[in-house]
């Protein structure tokens, strides 16, 4: 009998093992749950030996410790660890329950018995896909400077930056940071030019493996040939404004000039139209004087120019969660009653505006309201609704959107305002522009929101058909003169339907 004890106790004390490690490194999701697994070799019933599971080589500050047959938790862990395993088994795995970031690190199994102990290392990865990123541009020098943020992820991602033969781009400038969860936000800038390539990626990614990915096709004329194109659009101005002066010097003369206002006599004409740009809309002419008016000119913008635009996120894997770069930009416009031509009728709320008497007598076909918000800097985004549908199963007969310069003050008529850019339509001529050409825009009107991003830094004013969430780009001005612009709306003369500005998400 006591030889049989000593025998079985020899035997206790003389037992070895190891510990073995299924998995070294293990990688979960933000909020699963993460199995360590831990085993004895050879199976011994681990009942009676100490059992302890630390982080990052904290011995003291243990994740978990079995010990004389009861388990401690750490604070920090409390209901969220257990072992799993058949002790009798020797199994001492670990569940850790709803990973949070700050669960990843270095997992050390620790097994000791009276006579022995083992230990083994465990590396545990918490996943959190971060998201989809935001590329925006500007202007730097000659070239352009692109920035790529996206915020969520876990670990900390990797940003690669690539053209659009595939290659990776050099150097890029990344910058990381956490928010209140702990988790990783990233944000990268590069210069970048046209020549380099036709558009450029930004990919964070997960060891490369799990990533999100955006695209970036900044608008081609936005730089290339930009000094050719000045130096055009310069002549041509210059020309432009001596033709129109001398023109209007010899209607005025001959009394031919027709004022919107009756106010206005012909020698305030004379000093506004030698103020405007050559580019204005005189939205106040009626049809036929204008075109008489029109000199000749060649376009500025030319109509493939709808085929450009900032085509952003084009071919990015998820479609769904992408927004063209510029909604970001959106802002909120009341319209501004006082700046409201007579004939106009503004909602209370200044969001709608309409045509009082549709049809009266007239001299003016784009009586017009401007917004309260000005624009001095930066970008701005707004769309406009010119057909509800829901209300009025005809397209309205005319209208027109843009941006004018110079506000209306007490002394100015509503509307001798400079209207500098801006996209009309009417029934039968369609959709065009208000440059001198009139260049129109093949579109079908089949349109009933209209989106406008005005960019004041690189001066650019451009449209889109913001039915579909792809925003169909319309046309976009370049080169229009600095100043504060306002938006500008007209529901024309047409029709009493409203158009209105649509309230931002
Ligand atoms: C884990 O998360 C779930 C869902 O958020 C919650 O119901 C549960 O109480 C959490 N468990 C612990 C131990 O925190
Ligand atoms: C230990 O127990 C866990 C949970 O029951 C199980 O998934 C795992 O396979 C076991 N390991 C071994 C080595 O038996
Ligand atoms: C590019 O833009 C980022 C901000 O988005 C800025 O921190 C960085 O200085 C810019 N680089 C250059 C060269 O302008
Ligand atoms: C990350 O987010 C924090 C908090 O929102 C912010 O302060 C920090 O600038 C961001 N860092 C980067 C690199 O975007």
Redesign the pocket.
């Known amino acids: 009998m006591l030889f049989i004890c000593l025998a079985s106790l020899l035997a206790c004390s003389a037992a070895e093992f190891t510990l073995v490690i299924p998995d070294a490194s293990v990688s979960e999701p933000l909020?699963s749950t993460a199995i360590l697994h831990c085993g004895l070799s050879p199976s011994l019933n681990a009942r009676t030996f100490d059992v302890r599971w630390y982080k990052n080589g904290d011995y003291d500050n243990f994740v978990l410790f079995y010990n004389d047959q009861k388990t401690i938790e750490n604070d920090k862990y409390?209901?969220?660890v257990s072992l799993i395993g058949e002790l009798d088994n020797g199994n001492v795995s670990l569940k850790l329950?709803?990973l949070t970031s700050l669960d990843g690190g270095e997992y050390t199994c620790y097994v000791k018995s009276i006579s022995w102990y083992e230990k083994a290392n465990i590396n545990l990865t918490v996943k959190a896909l971060g998201s989809t990123p935001v590329l925006s541009y500007q202007e730097s020098g000659e070239k352009m400077n692109v920035t790529c943020t996206s915020r969520g992820w876990s670990p900390k991602p990797t940003v690669t930056w690539r053209d659009s033969a595939g290659q990776e781009l050099p150097h890029s400038n990344t910058y990381y940071g956490t928010d209140s969860e702990d988790l990783v936000n990233v944000s990268s800038w590069m210069l970048y030019s046209r020549s380099d390539s036709e558009w450029i990626s930004c990919t964070v990614s997960l060891n490369h493996q799990e990533m999100k990915e955006s695209r970036i096709e900044p608008r081609k004329d936005f730089w290339s040939g930009f000094w050719k194109e000045a130096f055009i659009s310069t002549l041509v101005l210059s020309l432009t404004v001596l033709i129109t002066f001398a023109i209007l010097l010899i209607l005025i003369r001959k009394g031919l000039l027709p004022h919107c206002s009756s106010h206005k006599n012909a020698k305030a004409a004379v000093n506004s139209h030698e103020s405007l740009q050559p580019e204005t809309l005189p939205l106040n002419t009626t049809e036929n004087n204008h075109e008489s008016l029109q000199p000749k000119t060649v376009p500025l913008e030319a109509t493939e120019n709808t085929k450009r635009g900032i085509s952003s996120l084009a071919a990015a894997p998820e479609p769904t969660e992408e927004r063209p770069v510029w909604l970001k930009y959106k802002v909120s416009l009341t319209l501004d009653p006082s700046t409201a031509a007579k004939c106009l009728k503004v909602s209370r709320d200044g969001k709608s505006v309409s045509c009082e008497k549709p049809n009266s007598k007239s001299d003016c076909k784009f009586p017009h309201v401007v917004s309260k918000e000005e624009f001095g800097s930066g970008q701005h985004y707004w769309e406009v609704m010119i057909w509800d549908k829901t209300i009025k199963t005809q397209p309205k007969s005319s209208w027109c959107v843009g941006v004018t310069q110079k506000p209306h003050s007490e002394t100015q008529k509503p509307h001798s305002e400079k209207v500098l850019r801006a996209l009309c339509y009417e029934e039968g001529s369609g959709l065009y522009t208000n440059t001198h050409d009139f260049s129109k825009i093949s579109t079908k009107y089949n349109m009933y929101t209209l989106g406008l991003h005005l960019n004041c830094d690189s001066r650019s004013l451009s449209f889109y058909n913001t039915d579909k969430p792809s925003h169909n780009h319309l046309h976009t001005f370049n080169f229009i003169p600095q100043g504060t612009y306002y938006a500008f709306l007209s529901p024309g003369v047409k029709d009493d339907h409203p158009i209105r500005i649509l309230n931002q998400d």
């Open positions: 909020g409390r209901g969220r329950d709803n």
